[in-house]
C-alpha cells in the first residue's frame, strides 16, 4: 500500500500581522518554498515569504509595444502599399492619422498582456489544488490567513517543520496531503 | 453658529466605511446578498419592466432591420438622428466607471473601492448600450464587419483617416480593456462566493470563474500589479474615448462641430453625465440592499463634487462656444448661435442651459448634496440635460448649414423613441442581474479598508 504523500505543513492564523510576523520567521529560519495566503493583498507579504521576480510588468510592456508596432504597421500597409486612396489630396502616409488607432492598438495589446501574463505566471486556472483539501482553508478567502511550507522544500521534515510552526502559536495546524 | 460648524465638521469626515466592520461582517454581508437573500417581489417586478422595455428595443430594431433606417426621423440635411445623440449620451455615462475604478485608484483615493464594482459593471452596460446605435444605423447592419480591418476577396479596407474608424477601435478596445478590468477585480470575490455558496451548482460556476483562486501571496502580487499597470492604461484610454468621439464632429466642417474645444468638453461631459448616473443606481441600491455602511455620506459628497466641477468646465465649454460665435467673425458660426438662441429649437437649447448649468449649482450646499433625495433629482435632472446636450449639438448644427436652400427640420419618431428607451430597459436589465448574481461591492477591497487589514513588516 503506497503511502499518502505530503503536499506540505501548514498553519492557520487569526490576523494579517501574525502572518506577516510568521512568514518573515519561517523565510528567515532558512525555508525557501514557502507561501502564504490571505483573503486580500498584503503588500509586504511578497517580500517576506522571499518573492521577487514580478514578470507581469515587463510582459505588459512587450505586449504594449507589440500592438503599438502592429497598429502602425498595418495602418501603412493598407494606406500605402495595399489599399492606397486618395484622401482630399493628403498623402498616402499621412501619419497624423494613424496616430490614434496606433494608440489604441498599444492600450488594447498592453491591457490583454497583462490580464494573460498575470494569469498564466499565476497557473491559472486550476480549480483544483492540494491547499483546498485542509477544511479550515475555506476560510482563507474571508477572514483566516495561511501560511504553508512545502514538501519540496530541502529543510523540509515532517515532524521538525510542525514543531517550528506550532512556535509561532497559530490558530491550528494541518498536514496537508497532495 | 458654533453648533453648525461642528456638525458640518462632522458630515465632512463622514467615514469611507462604518465603524464596527470585521472581516467576517463586510464578507457575509456583502456575499449574502448573492447566495441567501431571497429573490424579492420588487426585483422580479423591476426586471420584468425592464426585459419588457428590452423586448419593445429588439421589436423596434427588428422593423428596422426590415425596412431600414427611413422608419426613423432622418432624412436628409439631418443624417445623424437619435442613433448619435443616444450613442454619444452612453458612451458617456460608461466614462465614470473608469475614472472611479482606474483613476481613482492611481490617485489613491480609497473611498473609490465601494463604489467601483457597480461602476464598472455601469461602464460595460452603457457602452454595450451604446454599441447597438452604431451597430443599427449604419443602414446594412449586416454588414458591419467591414469596419474591421480583415483580409477579404473584395480587396477592400477601411479608411484610417476617418474619425469614424478610429471610432470603431477607440470604443471595441475601451469596451474590451473595461471588460478585462472588470472581470479581473471579481476573480478573487468569486473565490469568496465560491467557499462561501452551499448550492452545488453556485459552487461550480463561481469555482470556474474564479479559476481557482486561493489568495497566495505571489498570485496577489502579480495580481496587484497587472491591476495598477491595467489601472494606467486605461486612464489615457477613457479620455482618448470621448477625445474620439469628438472627433467624430470637430473633423467635419460643419457650423457648432469643427471646433477645437470639443475634446476636453466632450471628456468633462461624460464624466458628468456618469457620475450622475453612479448617483442614480447608488442611491436606491444602498437603500434597498442596506449598505448605507459602505455607500455612505462620503461617497455621495465626493460624486457630488466631482459632478459640480465637471459641470462647470461643461459650462466653460457652452459658454466659449457661444463667445466664438459672436467675436469669431466667421457667419456662418455666428448663425448657429443666433439659431441656438431664437431658432426653431430654441426651447431645448435654454432648456440645456437650466439642466446642466442652472439646477446643479444646488449643489454648493451642502444639505444638497447629503440628501439622497435631492441628489438622485439633480442626477436625472443632469443626464437629462447630458441628452439634449448632444441632441442640441447634433441637431441644431445639421438642421441649418450653409446655405437656407438646404434647411430642413428634424422630428423623432415612436421607432426612435423605442429604441432609445429600449436600450434603457436592456441597460437596466443587466444591472437587474448583475445586482442579483455577482458581488455588487468589492470585497476583497473592502477588506483592505478595514484597521485589522494594516500590517507593519519588521524591516
Redesign the interface.
Given at each position: 500500500m503506497p503511502t499518502p504523500t505530503i503536499y506540505g505543513t501548514m498553519a492557520e492564523f487569526k490576523?494579517?500581522?501574525q502572518l506577516?510576523?510568521a512568514?518573515?520567521a519561517t523565510h528567515d529560519a532558512g525555508y525557501q518554498k514557502i507561501?502564504?495566503?490571505?483573503?486580500?493583498?498584503?503588500?509586504?507579504?511578497?517580500?517576506?515569504?522571499g518573492?521577487h521576480k514580478?514578470r507581469?510588468?515587463l510582459i505588459?510592456l512587450l505586449g504594449?509595444i507589440t500592438g503599438g508596432c502592429l497598429g502602425y504597421l498595418?495602418?501603412y500597409y493598407?494606406?500605402v502599399i495595399?489599399?492606397p486612396?486618395n484622401?482630399g489630396g493628403?498623402p498616402y502616409h499621412?501619419w497624423p492619422?494613424?496616430i490614434?488607432?496606433t494608440?489604441?492598438?498599444t492600450?488594447?495589446f498592453?491591457?490583454?498582456s497583462?490580464?494573460v501574463?498575470?494569469?498564466a505566471?499565476?497557473g491559472?486556472?486550476?480549480?483544483?489544488?492540494p491547499?483546498?483539501n485542509v477544511p479550515e482553508?475555506?476560510?482563507?478567502?474571508?477572514?483566516r490567513f495561511f501560511l504553508i511550507v512545502f514538501a519540496t522544500d530541502p529543510k523540509y521534515d515532517p515532524q521538525a517543520t510542525r514543531q517550528f510552526l506550532e512556535a509561532l502559536q497559530p490558530e491550528s495546524i494541518a498536514e496537508v496531503p497532495s | 453658529m458654533a453648533d453648525h460648524l461642528k456638525q458640518s465638521a462632522v458630515v465632512e469626515r463622514a467615514p469611507v466605511i462604518e465603524p464596527g466592520h470585521s472581516f467576517a461582517t463586510v464578507t457575509d454581508k456583502i456575499s449574502s446578498i448573492v447566495l441567501t437573500r431571497p429573490t424579492t417581489n420588487g426585483w422580479i417586478f423591476g426586471f420584468a419592466v425592464s426585459f419588457l422595455a428590452t423586448m419593445m428595443m429588439l421589436f423596434a430594431l427588428g422593423v428596422l432591420f426590415l425596412k431600414g433606417v427611413g422608419i426613423w426621423g432622418i432624412n436628409i440635411p439631418i443624417g445623424w438622428g437619435f442613433a448619435i445623440v443616444n450613442f454619444v449620451w452612453w458612451i458617456g455615462i460608461g466614462h465614470a466607471g473608469t475614472l472611479i475604478s482606474a483613476i481613482l485608484l492611481l490617485l489613491r483615493q480609497s473611498w473609490r473601492n465601494s463604489i467601483n464594482r457597480f461602476a464598472e459593471a455601469m461602464t460595460l452596460f452603457a457602452v454595450a448600450c451604446a454599441g447597438v446605435f452604431p451597430g443599427v444605423h449604419t443602414g446594412r447592419p449586416w454588414l458591419d464587419y467591414w469596419m474591421f480591418p480583415y483580409p477579404n476577396t473584395m480587396n477592400y479596407w477601411p479608411q484610417f483617416r476617418s474619425p469614424l474608424i478610429w471610432d470603431v477601435f477607440a470604443v471595441s478596445t475601451y469596451f474590451t480593456v473595461s471588460l478585462l478590468f472588470w472581470f479581473i477585480g471579481l476573480i478573487p470575490d468569486f473565490g469568496t462566493l465560491r467557499d462561501r455558496a452551499h448550492n452545488k451548482y453556485a459552487q461550480m460556476i463561481y469555482g470556474l470563474l474564479s479559476m481557482g483562486w486561493r489568495g497566495s501571496a505571489r498570485h496577489w502580487a502579480r495580481y496587484e500589479m497587472a491591476y495598477l499597470l491595467l489601472a494606467g492604461l486605461a486612464t489615457p484610454l477613457v479620455l482618448s474615448v470621448h477625445t474620439v468621439v469628438s472627433f467624430d464632429f470637430a473633423v467635419g466642417i460643419v457650423p457648432g462641430w469643427h471646433t477645437t474645444i470639443f475634446p476636453p468638453y466632450f471628456v468633462a461631459g461624460a464624466i458628468y453625465s456618469g457620475f450622475a448616473m453612479v448617483l442614480m443606481l447608488a442611491i436606491p441600491i444602498r437603500k434597498i440592499y442596506n449598505l448605507e455602511d459602505f455607500i455612505t455620506d462620503r461617497h455621495l459628497q465626493n460624486s457630488a463634487k466631482v459632478m459640480l466641477a465637471t459641470g462647470w468646465i461643461v459650462a466653460y465649454g457652452y459658454a466659449i462656444e457661444a463667445f466664438t460665435g459672436w467675436y469669431g467673425g466667421n457667419r456662418y458660426d455666428a448663425g448657429l448661435l443666433y439659431n441656438r438662441l431664437h431658432g426653431p429649437y430654441a426651447f431645448w437649447y435654454y432648456m440645456l442651459l437650466l439642466c446642466n448649468i442652472g439646477i446643479p449649482q444646488l449643489l454648493w450646499f451642502r444639505k444638497m448634496r447629503t440628501h439622497p433625495v435631492f441628489l438622485f433629482l439633480i442626477s436625472f435632472v443632469i443626464l437629462v440635460g447630458m441628452w439634449l446636450e448632444r441632441f442640441v449639438i447634433i441637431v441644431i448644427s445639421l438642421t441649418r448649414d450653409f446655405v437656407p436652400s438646404s434647411f430642413g427640420m428634424y422630428y423623432p419618431t415612436k421607432w426612435d423613441w423605442m429604441t432609445y428607451i429600449g436600450t434603457i430597459g436592456m441597460f437596466l436589465t443587466a444591472m437587474f442581474l448583475f445586482v442579483r448574481i455577482l458581488p455588487m461591492i468589492s470585497i476583497f477591497e473592502i477588506r483592505q479598508l478595514l484597521p485589522e487589514a494594516k500590517v507593519e513588516g519588521k524591516h
Open positions: 490576523s494579517a500581522q506577516l510576523v512568514a518573515q507561501d502564504a495566503y490571505s483573503p486580500f493583498p498584503i503588500e509586504e507579504m511578497a517580500e517576506a515569504i518573492f514580478n507581469v510588468a505588459t504594449a498595418m495602418q493598407i494606406a495595399s489599399y486612396t484622401v493628403r499621412s492619422s494613424f490614434i488607432v494608440f489604441e492598438m492600450i488594447l498592453g491591457a490583454i497583462a490580464v501574463g498575470m494569469i505566471l499565476n491559472l486556472p486550476m480549480p483544483y489544488h491547499v483546498f482553508f475555506v476560510r482563507a478567502s474571508k477572514d | -
